[in-house]
């Protein structure tokens, strides 16, 4: 394989002129560097190196305009849009920014282009007044003002160039439009030859251009076409030359130099079908550890999608030892980038004085706010959460910090007083507060990053003191995001040896041996109809500005120009339809297996990973000494109810909970919580009902209790969830909720009175602990728990569970003893309030009789809902609600039982499938 720039070398260094005294102009500064680097190769004797140089640069150096770039002219723009703009209807430069940018664009393509500027928008202005409102017989101001912009387009239009001008800069359109009235001057003073290389799409000032050294004898176009494309005359990669082939004087009288014929030489061309973008970059790893090393010198990554980047560095296999990446790291996917952005984001909302702790925790959690606070920022994590702090205030974030450590979170969460020079202070001070940081750990990544973030910075300064237009750090924000998508942080590598990995663009004239392209999907390769401009399609048309058309030739151009030369091409592209970055297999791919010339070779496969099948089977966890003795531990401490349902439910998750001792990380609650609830009832009925332990309780208290209410429930939510008011939203429906279970509690137990009951308080929320006698446990068992009440009423005793949630009778009831420890769904509430009242009994004996239940909040009307024995399954089985000494009796088997198995080594906890609720 001969590369394109190879030939064009050995071509001009065979006619024996001095290339010293030529100057090269290639579509890319990349490909003038390999050019160069040809040359030394190709040349055998020593020579002075040509001038080399972009099409840009040349544009720059005809007109000696200095380009500026896109922010730095939509700042020009707006001060030249304030020049003709009538003060009372100029817009902020925020909402400027958001249709400038498109407008910016139009003027770029028109004067590259060099298309008449009045014309074309006085064309577009009768465009817009017809397409509109040429129906309407009179026009209001809302139409005047529409239809005013349209036709002022030309004024903004004259009115940045001469500003522009005055300066000696340009945007890149207005550097091509002068470049192109200038050329016949430049080209009668150039001493030349111009040798331009590897040229395809060319826009009308450029064509220009080239026509004119062309006639003047200062030029030579080497084209890099095959014949293949030139003879079909649908195939869009010879579009344009075609195009040129037949319109410029040029070529009347002179034919093409050279065409190539290498693209029907055989290849072996594989597509490759692979699920996501990561599929993709493990499938470059896997090839390029196939290729030998003197292969991989001749071997390019492509990439389509150039956020592939990461993945496929990290993709790259031991034998790939020299690497170098044309294309620059963007500096927005460096981890730094997102923090200063959520800064800015959170000081360019109005000012509370609080921050909202879900951006909070952002920042918090930042690896380099981690090292810089030396593990503080973790504490302070925990006591939001634990807090339950939804708002926090700056004195409340480093109330507990060392002064030391003060700074950093001053600098984050200060005022900035919606100052953008404040903001960029900030930042700055930031900048040199991580760099001191870096030093010291050495980290010359992250001190690379920071530095192209100051430099940043620097250049967002001197905009804001030479424009005095952003006036919030709103638009800063969007100024910094804007800039940022622009910067790349540059790799350094030998740029002609090892494995060459590029994007698109870069592959420009280039050629290699073995080419792995990736993300050739639609949408990407080609990019797709986007249409960002204010020009309706049929205009373009009429004045031959590109649309998607032309622009999809761009792409088959780059397509086919990789596969030209090359011996080995794999073409990977993503195979789902769903997700980012995802889309159809690409047309080009069809096109080329429905255009294969006879010496291709094309195989096309779904490659998919080799999933190993996981066996659903439950968990089991036996039980190693260790482990026993932890049972032992927890046997000492208590057993509560809740531990011993939570067996019954799944022993996986009491082996989590009570042996491991693992427990759920505490989240900041927004919405209330249903377990934050109960606690706020159950402690506002405990305020009341303290008061009178030991009394019966008359209606009178209850009026006092349900004129307090509404103070208490708000107390204990403070004192439950957050200081923050309950005055909106859905929190506010939730403190209602609780308000009205007090309430109509309050009002269930007077209507009790009214009808002639008694209450007598005896217990609230009373803890209990007992120790259990189990002669097979050579080890202390004990039980405890907290009862919410226990009172006389009418004189018998009655032990009380609350709850918030909804339970029916039947939820209370038991028909076998031996089901109570089986099936928690049926039987978690009965297991409950039965090892209640064994605890009470064996404290201090319990009556003869008594009784043992549970009130449900959301069943209020079914009252007291008693525990009671059934003999029998059905509504006709008889009911035996006493809790007598024979109940607690059968009910201490099954328990000793339950506990028996828990801590038998010979039964290891073994997980249940739980059944999934449905609501």
């Known amino acids: 394989m001969t590369p394109f720039i190879d030939e064009v070398l050995k071509d001009l260094l065979s006619r024996k002129a001095s290339i010293s005294d030529f100057t090269f102009i290639l579509p890319s500064k990349r490909a003038g560097s390999f050019l160069i680097n040809r040359l030394a190769k190709l040349s055998g004797a020593p020579m002075f190196a040509p001038k080399v140089m972009s099409i840009e640069d040349f544009a720059q150096e005809i007109t000696g305009l200095k380009s500026i770039d896109n922010l730095t002219t939509l700042f020009e ?22 249709w400038a940018q498109t407008l910016l664009h139009d003027f770029n393509e028109i004067d590259r282009y060099l298309i008449n500027h009045r014309s074309f928008f006085g064309y577009l202005g009768d465009i817009q007044e017809m397409n509109h409102w040429y129906l309407q017989e009179e026009r209001t101001a809302l139409m005047e003002n529409y239809l005013l912009f349209w036709n002022k387009l030309p004024e903004y239009y004259e009115k940045l160039q001469e500003q522009l001008e005055t300066k000696e800069n340009a945007y890149q359109g207005m550097v091509y439009r002068r470049a192109a009235h200038q050329i016949s001057a430049y080209a009668e003073n150039a001493k030349g030859p111009f040798i331009f290389i590897g040229f395809n799409a060319l826009n009308q000032a450029e064509q220009h251009i080239f026509q004119t050294l062309l006639a003047a004898g200062k030029a030579e176009i080497f084209w890099d076409i095959d014949e293949v494309f030139l003879q079909d005359e649908n195939h869009d990669v010879s579009l344009f030359l075609r195009q040129y082939l037949k319109s410029w004087p040029h070529y009347e009288q002179n034919s093409l130099q050279r065409i190539s014929t290498t693209y029907s030489a055989p290849k072996n061309i594989q597509m490759r079908g692979i699920p996501k973008n990561i599929g993709q970059a493990k499938y470059v790893g896997e090839l390029l550890s196939k290729l030998p090393a003197e292969e991989l ?446 309430i109509n509690f309050l009002k269930l137990e007077k209507e009790n009175l009214k009808l002639g009951n008694s209450i007598k308080i005896l217990k609230v929320e009373e803890k209990l602990k007992i120790s259990l006698e189990i002669e097979e446990l050579a080890f202390p068992v004990h039980l405890k728990g907290t009862v919410d009440r226990v009172d006389l009423f009418n004189d018998k005793l009655r032990i009380i569970d609350y709850k918030t949630g909804k339970v029916d009778q039947s939820k209370v009831e038991v028909v076998a003893w031996e089901e109570i420890t089986s099936d928690y769904d049926k039987y978690s509430k009965p297991f409950q309030i039965l090892t209640y009242a064994l605890m009470m009994n064996e404290q201090e004996s319990l009556p003869e009789t008594a009784e043992a239940g549970i009130i449900s909040f959301k069943n209020l009307q079914g009252g007291f809902l008693k525990f009671c024995k059934k003999d029998k399954k059905g509504n006709a089985a008889k009911k035996d609600t006493e809790i007598t000494p024979a109940t607690i009796e059968a009910f201490k088997e099954q328990l000793k039982k339950l506990i028996l198995e828990i801590c038998d080594p010979e039964i290891p906890f073994a997980e249940k499938e739980l059944k999934q609720n449905t609501w």
């Open 77 to 98: 723009f707006y001060t030249a849009y304030c020049a003709c703009t009538a003060k009372e209807q100029t817009e902020d430069f925020d909402t400027f920014s958001t």
């Open 297 to 742: 010198r001749e071997t390019a990554v492509v990439l389509g999608d150039e956020n592939l980047l990461l993945p496929v560095l990290n993709s790259l296999p031991p034998n790939v030892d020299e690497v170098n990446i044309t294309m620059g790291f963007a500096l927005k996917n460096a981890p730094i980038s997102s923090l200063f952005e959520q800064l800015l984001q959170i000081q360019s909302l109005p000012a509370t004085g609080t921050i909202y702790h879900k951006d909070l925790m952002v920042i918090l959690s930042h690896p380099l706010v981690q090292k810089v606070t030396g593990g503080y920022s973790r504490r302070i994590s925990e006591r939001i959460r634990k807090n339950n702090l939804v708002y926090v205030t700056e004195e409340e974030l480093i109330r507990d910090l060392p002064e030391s450590k003060r700074s950093l979170f001053r600098i984050c969460f200060g005022s900035w007083n919606n100052d953008p020079q404040t903001a960029l202070q900030k930042l700055q001070e930031l900048v040199l507060l991580f760099k001191e940081e870096m030093d010291r750990e050495e980290d010359k990544l992250t001190l690379e990053f920071l530095y192209q973030l100051h430099l940043l910075l620097n250049q967002l300064d001197t905009l804001l003191s030479q424009y005095s237009y952003v006036r919030s750090v709103k638009v800063l924000y969007s100024l910094f995001k804007d800039l940022l998508s622009t910067k790349t942080v540059d790799f350094r590598g030998k740029p002609f040896s090892g494995l060459q990995v590029m994007g698109m663009l870069e592959s420009r004239v280039l050629d290699f041996k073995n080419v792995i392209l990736t993300s050739v999907n639609e949408g990407v390769l080609p990019a797709g109809k986007s249409n960002n401009s204010f020009i309706p399609f049929d205009l373009k048309c009429a004045y031959k500005l590109p649309t998607y058309k032309e622009k999809d030739a761009v792409y088959t151009y780059h397509f086919y120009h990789l596969l030209q030369r090359a011996e080995n091409v794999y073409l990977l592209y993503n195979t789902e339809s769903d997700g980012l970055n995802a889309g159809e297999k690409s047309r080009f791919l069809l096109q080329l297996e429905m255009e294969a010339q006879q010496q291709h070779r094309i195989e096309n496969l779904t490659v998919t990973p080799v999933v190993p099948s996981v066996p659903s089977a439950l968990k089991t966890i036996e039980k190693t000494p260790e482990i026993l003795e932890r049972i032992k531990a927890r046997a000492a401490q208590g057993f509560s109810p809740s531990a011993l349902t939570t067996y019954i439910r799944n022993p996986l998750d009491f082996y989590k909970q009570y042996v491991l001792g693992l427990q759920e990380r505490e989240e900041v609650e927004e919405t209330v919580a249903y377990n934050t609830l109960g606690s706020v009832v159950h402690d506002t009925l405990e305020t009341f009902y303290k008061t009178w332990l030991q009394q019966e309780v008359s209606q009178e208290d209850l009026d006092l209790a349900l004129k307090a209410t509404d103070k208490e429930i708000e107390r204990q939510f403070k004192k439950h969830y957050t200081q923050a008011p309950l005055d909106s939203g859905k929190n506010l429906l939730i403190y209602e909720v609780a308000r009205r279970y007090v």
